[in-house]
C-alpha cells in the first residue's frame, strides 16, 4: 500500500557550465572536433564519481544541447521553427504550451548573466549557520518555556526551518553550494541526516527526476499515473493518493518504497535507483541515517518520549508536509494544463519548461526561494540566491512558455486551494500518446460533489 502512496524528489548533477553562452573555456572533450564516445566518457565519470563521492553524468545538460536534433533542446529550433511558431500561435492565436518551443537551452543560458553562475562558499555557509542557529535558538526557547500555548508556534517554526535545512542539503547534491564536491557531501550529510534524509540515496533519485522531469514513465517524482494504473488502485488507496492530508505525508514512505509503479529503496545499495559504483555511497548515507536514529534515541531516552516528540517529531511531520507541498506545487496545479511527455516528444527542455514557480510570501526567503523553480530546472547548478536574478533574465526567450505565479500575501494560504483543486482534478493521462494532458475522474469528482 505504501508504494502507491505519492513520493518526492529526486536530482542532477552539479556542473560547471562551459561554452560560450557564458563565455568560460570550453574542456577539451567539449570543443569543437569529435566526441569522445558515450562509453568512455560513462566509464571516465563513474571514476570521478567514486573518487569525490559527488553526482554522475556530469554533461547530462550540456550534451543535451549537442544532440539537440534527436532529443529536442536546441535540435528543436533548428528542425522544428515553424511548427514551434504554429504551437506558439496556435489555431485563432492560442498559446500551446505542448508544442516545441522557438528557442534552445543555450539561448536561455545567454540571456541569464555571468555572475549568476559563481557560487560563493562562504555566502553558501552563511547560510547554513544562519539555519541552525536559528534551529538551536527555536529549540531552546521551546524547551524553556515548555508552554502548551507556545509548542504550536514553535512546530510550525521549527518545521519551516527544517525544511529550510532540507533545501541547503538539496543545493549541495546539485552541486550549486560550492565547487569542492567534498564540501558539499559533507555539508549535504550533516543536513540531511539531522532531518532523517539518505542524503546520497535522495541526491541520485533527485538527480533522475531532474534529467526526466516531465516524462510521464521516467519522472521520478509527483509523475502522472497512466490511465490503466489508475484504474487499478482499490479505493483506499486512491483515498491515501488524492485525499488531504495523506498526499502530504508521503515522502517518508516514499524514501522506503519509491513512488507508484516503481520498486526500490534509498536505503538499500542493491536498489534499482543507483548504479553499481554508486553502492558505497548510499551506504554511506544510510549508515548516518542510522547515526542520526541512534542519537535521536538516546536523547528520547534521556529527555523523554513527551518532550523529543514536542521538540523534534512534531516538526519532522511539518517539515514533510512543507516538501510534498512545495515539490507537488512544481509540478501541478497550474490554471491551464501543462503538458507531459513520452518518446521522441519529450526533451530536456520542453520537460523543464512544464514546472512551475511559486510565490510564499514572507516563506520565499526563509526556504531559499525554492519556489523559483524553472530556471532552476533548467539549470541546477546556478546557486539559488542568483535564481531570481536568472529567472528575470530569462523570461524574455522563456516568453509564453513562463507561467508567471501568483502573488502571495506574507503568508500563502492561497496554495492550500490550489492543492485541493489539483487533488480532486489531476489524477490520470492517457494510456497512449506522447504528448497527454492531465484528466479527471468523473465518477469521483461527481460523488465528492453530491456529497457536498
Known amino acids: 500500500m505504501a508504494q502507491l502512496v505519492l513520493s518526492e524528489c529526486c536530482g542532477l548533477t552539479p556542473l560547471r557550465l562551459r561554452g560560450r553562452a557564458i563565455a568560460l573555456?570550453?574542456?577539451?572533450?567539449?570543443?569543437?572536433?569529435?566526441?569522445?564516445?558515450?562509453a568512455a566518457a560513462a566509464a571516465i565519470h563513474r571514476d570521478w564519481a567514486l573518487r569525490v563521492s559527488a553526482p554522475t553524468r556530469l554533461t547530462s545538460v550540456v550534451e543535451e544541447e549537442n544532440r539537440g536534433p534527436s532529443h529536442g533542446g536546441e535540435g528543436e529550433e533548428a528542425a522544428?521553427?515553424?511548427?514551434?511558431?504554429?504551437?506558439?500561435?496556435?489555431?485563432?492565436?492560442?498559446?500551446?504550451?505542448?508544442?516545441?518551443?522557438?528557442?534552445?537551452?543555450?539561448?536561455?543560458?545567454?540571456?541569464?548573466?555571468?555572475?549568476?553562475?559563481v557560487k560563493d562558499t562562504w555566502r553558501s555557509m552563511s547560510y547554513v549557520l544562519r539555519d541552525v542557529v536559528v534551529v538551536l535558538g527555536l529549540a531552546a526557547a521551546a524547551a524553556r518555556v515548555d508552554s502548551w500555548l507556545v509548542w504550536p508556534l514553535y512546530w510550525a517554526a521549527q518545521g519551516t526551518m527544517f525544511w529550510a535545512l532540507f533545501v541547503l542539503g538539496h543545493d549541495c547534491g546539485h552541486g550549486s553550494f560550492s565547487n569542492n564536491a567534498k564540501l558539499n557531501s559533507v555539508v549535504g550529510h550533516i543536513l540531511h541526516s539531522s532531518i532523517l534524509v539518505p542524503y546520497h540515496g535522495w541526491r541520485i533519485s533527485h538527480r533522475t527526476h531532474h534529467q526526466n522531469h516531465g516524462h510521464v514513465e521516467k519522472d521520478e517524482s509527483w509523475h502522472p499515473l497512466p490511465e490503466r494504473l489508475y484504474n487499478s488502485l482499490d479505493n483506499m488507496t486512491k483515498k491515501l493518493r488524492f485525499t488531504m492530508p495523506f498526499p502530504m505525508l508521503a515522502f517518508p514512505l516514499y524514501l522506503f518504497a519509491r513512488s507508484p509503479g516503481k520498486t526500490g529503496s534509498h536505503f538499500n545499495p542493491s536498489s534499482s535507483l543507483f548504479q553499481p559504483n554508486e553502492k558505497k555511497d548510499?551506504?554511506?548515507?544510510?549508515?548516518?541515517?542510522?547515526?542520526m536514529v541512534g542519537i535521536l534515541a538516546g536523547l528520547t531516552f534521556v529527555m523523554g518520549p513527551l518532550k523529543m516528540l514536542k521538540l523534534y517529531a512534531v516538526p519532522y511531520m511539518m517539515f514533510v508536509m512543507w516538501l510534498d507541498f512545495v515539490t507537488y506545487l512544481h509540478h501541478h496545479g497550474h490554471e491551464d494544463k501543462l503538458p507531459w511527455y513520452r518518446g521522441k516528444e519529450w526533451s530536456y527542455l520542453r520537460g523543464g519548461l512544464t514546472t512551475l514557480d511559486r510565490d510564499y510570501g514572507w516563506i520565499n526567503n526563509i526556504h531559499h526561494d525554492i519556489g523559483t523553480h524553472v530556471i532552476h530546472h533548467l539549470f541546477p547548478q546556478i546557486p539559488h540566491?542568483?535564481?531570481?536574478?536568472?529567472?528575470?533574465?530569462?523570461?524574455?526567450?522563456?516568453?509564453?512558455?513562463?507561467?508567471?505565479?501568483?502573488?502571495?500575501?506574507?503568508?500563502?494560504?492561497?496554495?492550500?486551494g490550489v492543492l485541493a483543486k489539483s487533488l480532486k482534478s489531476d489524477r490520470y493521462v492517457s494510456d497512449t500518446g506522447d504528448v497527454v494532458y492531465y484528466q479527471t475522474d468523473l465518477k469521483t469528482s461527481s460523488s465528492v460533489q453530491s456529497s457536498d
Do not use: M
Open 282 to 291: 548510499v551506504l554511506t548515507s544510510t549508515a548516518s541515517w542510522l547515526a
Open 80 to 117: 522544428g521553427s515553424s511548427s514551434a511558431a504554429a504551437g506558439v500561435g496556435g489555431e485563432g492565436g492560442a498559446f500551446d504550451p505542448g508544442a516545441p518551443p522557438p528557442f534552445g537551452l543555450a539561448e536561455i543560458r545567454a540571456a541569464i548573466p555571468k555572475h549568476c553562475w
Open 385 to 416: 540566491y542568483h535564481l531570481i536574478e536568472a529567472t528575470e533574465a530569462a523570461k524574455p526567450v522563456l516568453g509564453k512558455y513562463y507561467k508567471e505565479p501568483e502573488k502571495s500575501a506574507p503568508l500563502p494560504f492561497h496554495l492550500l
Open 25 to 38: 573555456p570550453s574542456p577539451p572533450q567539449l570543443a569543437a572536433g569529435p566526441r569522445r564516445p558515450v
